[in-house]
C-alpha cells in the first residue's frame, strides 16, 4: 500500500516561548495551535466530546537483545495499559492487556512532562517524566505466566529536539502528537529472573505521546527507528494515512539532536497481504529518506468489543537506506533495529 499521490505542505513553525492550549473553550480546534515545534509547547486542554477523546503515551526501548514497549491509554469508553516484550534471538514474545472500563484509573496529563500512576492487581506503571529526566517502571506477577519487572532511566537532553505537531482534520476533529527519538537510555528489563541490560550509551528510548478527538474509523501507518551512524545519532519518525485531509505529517529525521521536518507525504510501499516481506519507505517528494524495511518479527494485535474494534500489525525488523540532510550530508543507515506498522480501528 502506498500514496498515490505525494504532496507537500506548508507547516507554520510555532515559537518556543509561549504554551499554545489545543482547543478553544467551546471545545473547537485553537488556530494558533496549528503547526509544528522542536520542543513541545502544545497542552493538550481537550474537552467535551466524550467518547472521541483519544489519549496514550506509548513508550519503547530497543537494545540489541530485546525490545520492550510499554502504553498507558484512554479512550473514553475504555483505558488499556500493555506491554509486550520481544527477545531478538529466541522470539520469545510476551504481551499483556489491562482494560479499564470508563478509563478508570487511567490518567493521563495534558502535557509531556508529567507524573502518570496506574496501578491495578495486574500490572503497575509508573511514567514519571520530569523534563530532562524520565524514570519508568512497570510490573507485573502475569506477563505470560512470569513475574516482568522493569526500571528503566531515559535521559532528555535539554538540546535534544522532537516532532511536536497538531493535525487538524477540522475544527472538532484534531490529534496532536510529539514523536521523540534518540532519547538515551539505561536500566533493566526482568522477565522471571532473566535480565536485559540497557547502557545509555548505546541504547535508545522513543516516546509516542498522543493527545487528540478522533473520527470513529481510522487508519495509519508509522514508522520509528533510532540508530548510530559512526559517530552520528539518526533518528527517523514517518507516519502515512491518518495524516491526510490534515494538511499537516508527522515526517521528520532528526540528526545529532536536530530536528528536519518533512512537510511532504511519506510512501509506505508493503504488501497487506504479506506483511513479512521488505517494505519501502521513502520521501515522496524529494531524496531525503529511502529505506528499505525487512522485518524479522510481526507482532498481531487484535480487539473485537462491537463498538471498539482494532487490527495492528506492528512489523519489528532492520532498516537499510539512505538519509540525506538539508546541507547534502548523506548517512547510510545500516541493521538499524525499529519497527513499521499497519492499524484499522474502530474506536
Not at 510490573?139 to 497538531?166: C, Q, W, Y
Amino acid at each position: 500500500m502506498m500514496t498515490k499521490y505525494p504532496q507537500t505542505y506548508s507547516e507554520p513553525e510555532l515559537s518556543l516561548s509561549t504554551p499554545v492550549k489545543m482547543c478553544l473553550s467551546d471545545g473547537t480546534f485553537n488556530p494558533a495551535a496549528r503547526g509544528w515545534s522542536r520542543q513541545p509547547v502544545h497542552v493538550s486542554n481537550l474537552t467535551g466530546a466524550w467518547p472521541r477523546k483519544k489519549v496514550w503515551n506509548y513508550w519503547c526501548v530497543v537494545s540489541p537483545e530485546m525490545l520492550f514497549s510499554v502504553t498507558l491509554s484512554n479512550i473514553d469508553y475504555m483505558g488499556l495499559a500493555f506491554a509486550y516484550f520481544l527477545d531478538f534471538k529466541t522470539k520469545e514474545f510476551i504481551e499483556q492487556t489491562v482494560m479499564m472500563p470508563f478509563g478508570k484509573g487511567c490518567h493521563l496529563p495534558e502535557t509531556v512532562s508529567g507524573k502518570i500512576l496506574f496501578e491495578h492487581k495486574d500490572m503497575k506503571i509508573l511514567m514519571d517524566d520530569q523534563g530532562e529526566q524520565i524514570a519508568i517502571s512497570v510490573e507485573s506477577t502475569h506477563f505470560g505466566g512470569r513475574n516482568m519487572k522493569v526500571s528503566l532511566d531515559i535521559h532528555r537532553p535539554a538540546n535534544l529536539e522532537s516532532m511536536n505537531v497538531t493535525l487538524p482534520w477540522n475544527q472538532r476533529q484534531y490529534h496532536f502528537t510529539s514523536k521523540q527519538n534518540c532519547l538515551p537510555v539505561s536500566g533493566v528489563v526482568d522477565i522471571d529472573g532473566r535480565k536485559y541490560s540497557l547502557s545509555s550509551e548505546r541504547d535508545y528510548a522513543c516516546l509516542d505521546f498522543g493527545r487528540g478527538i478522533w473520527k470513529y474509523k481510522s487508519f495509519w501507518n508509522w514508522s520509528s527507528f533510532s540508530t548510530h551512524v559512526g559517530s552520528d545519532q539518526i533518528g527517523v519518525n514517518l507516519g502515512a494515512g491518518w495524516t491526510d485531509g490534515s494538511g499537516a505529517t508527522e515526517n521528520s529525521v532528526l540528526i545529532n539532536g536536530h530536528l528536519e521536518k518533512l512537510s511532504e507525504d511519506v510512501l509506505f510501499d508493503y504488501d497487506p497481504l504479506n506483511f513479512m516481506k521488505p517494505w519501502h519507505l521513502h520521501s515522496g517528494c524529494s531524496n531525503q529518506v529511502d529505506l528499505v524495511f525487512t522485518p524479522f518479527y510481526e507482532r498481531v494485535a487484535k480487539t473485537d468489543l462491537v463498538i471498539l474494534r482494532s487490527e495492528v500489525h506492528q512489523m519489528i525488523g532492520k532498516f537499510q537506506g539512505k538519509v540525506i540532510s538539508r546541507n547534502g550530508s548523506q548517512y547510510e543507515i545500516s541493521d538499524a533495529i525499529g519497527w513499521a506498522e499497519e492499524h484499522n480501528a474502530l474506536w
